[in-house]
């Protein structure tokens, strides 16, 4: 019996790549099992850096690296600031941060105003939208609200892929 074979995602090679696919990731705060379920099945050897974006408190003591690291091959390390994204890595935020790419780098931002609309996934997806000119995914797993929908808007019309 024939099976039909499932290539799953194929991408050009990272040799022949100047710059990793980004893969921006958006999750709620209650997005965790989404997330392990997504890491536990991604092949070590992709040609994607990953970043996560998740509504945290500020004041929340995150562990999502920990548990992360558990579940994929993938080396997952928390974002810093003027960070170059790497191809096999998983780059998560810390609470009470906001992230953005410029130009080929992650810039991190302390928040401290809790009267705005925060709306973490957005920043993050039009920045990857306009800096990767849509060599770049955008994935909603979970969110709060409407938060992920205009970061998708300007992936997709810069030429990026859009997953919810």
């Known amino acids: 019996m024939n099976r039909p074979r499932n290539p799953g995602i194929v991408l050009e090679g990272p040799s022949r790549m100047s710059k990793p696919l980004i893969v921006a990731v958006g999750a709620s705060a ?3 099992e989404a997330l392990r379920d997504m890491f536990r099945s991604a092949p ?4 994607m850096s990953f970043v996560v974006v998740q509504h945290l408190s500020p004041d929340f003591k995150s562990m999502m690296v920990e548990l992360l690291s558990r579940q994929t091959a993938l080396t997952v390390e928390t974002a ?3 960070v170059i994204p790497k191809a096999e890595t998983v780059y998560v935020i810390e609470p009470g941060t906001l992230i953005r790419l410029e130009g080929d780098a992650l810039r991190i931002e302390h928040t401290v105003q809790r009267d705005r609309v925060h709306l973490p996934i957005d920043h993050f997806f039009e920045s990857v939208a306009i800096a990767r000119e849509g060599h770049c995914v955008g994935v909603v797993l979970s969110g709060t609200g409407s938060d992920g929908s205009k970061g998708l808007e300007a992936i997709k019309e810069h030429g990026g892929t859009a997953v919810v």
């Open 80 to 82: 810093r600031d003027g």
């Open 30 to 32: 209650g997005g965790l």
């Open 44 to 47: 070590s050897h992709t040609g």
